[in-house]
T-cell receptor, first 111, second 115 residues
Framework: SQKIEQNSEALNIQEGKTATLTCNYT??????LQWYRQDPGRGPVFLLLIRENEKEKRKERLKVTFDTTLKQSLFHITASQPADSATYLCALFNYGQNFVFGPGTRLSVLP | KAGVTQTPRYLIKTRGQQVTLSCSPISGHRSVSWYQQTPGQGLQFLFE???????NKGNFPGRFSGRQFSNSRSEMNVSTLELGDSALYLC??????????????FGPGTRLTVL
C-alpha cells in the first residue's frame, strides 16, 4: 500500500543546533517533493521544492535532500531559533494523485 | 500582492445541511487546489482546477464538489453534511498546474464545524 511518513510526531532541540526532519514514502514515484511550514491556525507556507533528479537544495538556513533509492527526503534547519518552532510537512507530487502530504513533525526549538 | 483569501473563516452547520466555501487565489494564479485537514487524517487532497477545468479529484465522496470561475475564483460545496466533515478546509493557488514544479500558496482556511 502507499504510505508517506514523517519520522517524528514531535521533535525538541536546543537553540543553535541543527534540526533534521525525515520524510519516507512507500509505493510512490514522486516527480518532486516539497516542504512546508505550518503555524497553529494558519495555512501551510511553502519552503523548498526538490525534483526527482536533484540531490540537494539549499535556501538560507534550510537544506533538503532527496534520495529516490532510499525513498527518503531529509530537511535540515541549521542554527535553529525559537522562531523556527512550527509543524513541518513534507508533500510529494505523484502524477495522477496530485499532492500527498505527510502527517507532519511538530518542531520545538528550546531557548 | 494580496494573498489567497478564503471566506468565511469560520462556519458552524448541523448535520444534513450543505455548505459553500469560497477561495480567491492570488492575482494571476490560474491553478487552485482544495484540501481537507483534520487531526486524524492530516492534509488530504480534494480537487484541483486549472482554467475552470477540474483536472484531478481526491478520494472523497460525491457530496464534495467544486468549481472554478473564469476569474480563477473557486468554490467548493459539501452537501448532506456529516459530523466527520468537521475540518479545516484549505485552498491553495499557483501560477501553473501542479505538474509544472511550482510552489503552492495556501490561504488561511475555513474552519467548518458540523454539529
Amino acid at each position: 500500500s502507499q504510505k508517506i511518513e514523517q519520522n517524528s510526531e514531535a521533535l525538541n532541540i536546543q537553540e543553535g543546533k541543527t534540526a533534521t526532519l525525515t520524510c519516507n514514502y512507500t509505493n510512490y514515484s514522486p516527480a518532486y517533493l516539497q516542504w512546508y511550514r505550518q503555524d497553529p491556525g494558519r495555512g501551510p507556507v511553502f519552503l523548498l521544492l526538490i525534483r526527482e533528479n536533484e540531490k540537494e537544495k539549499r535556501k538560507e538556513r534550510l537544506k533538503v535532500t532527496f534520495d529516490t533509492t532510499l525513498k527518503q527526503s531529509l530537511f535540515h534547519i541549521t542554527a535553529s531559533q525559537p522562531a523556527d518552532s512550527a509543524t513541518y510537512l513534507c508533500a510529494l507530487f505523484n502524477y495522477g494523485q496530485n499532492f500527498v502530504f505527510g502527517p507532519g513533525t511538530r518542531l520545538s526549538v528550546l531557548p | 500582492k494580496a494573498g489567497v483569501t478564503q471566506t468565511p473563516r469560520y462556519l458552524i452547520k448541523t448535520r444534513g445541511q450543505q455548505v459553500t466555501l469560497s477561495c480567491s487565489p492570488i492575482s494571476g494564479h490560474r491553478s487552485v487546489s482544495w484540501y481537507q485537514q483534520t487531526p486524524g487524517q492530516g492534509l488530504q487532497f480534494l480537487f484541483e482546477y486549472f482554467s475552470e477545468t477540474q483536472r484531478n479529484k481526491g478520494n472523497f465522496p460525491g457530496r464534495f464538489s467544486g468549481r472554478q470561475f473564469s476569474n480563477s475564483r473557486s468554490e467548493m460545496n459539501v452537501s448532506t453534511l456529516e459530523l466527520g466533515d468537521s475540518a479545516l478546509y484549505l485552498c491553495a493557488s499557483s501560477t501553473r498546474p501542479p505538474e509544472d514544479n511550482n510552489e503552492q500558496f495556501f490561504g488561511p482556511g475555513t474552519r467548518l464545524t458540523v454539529l
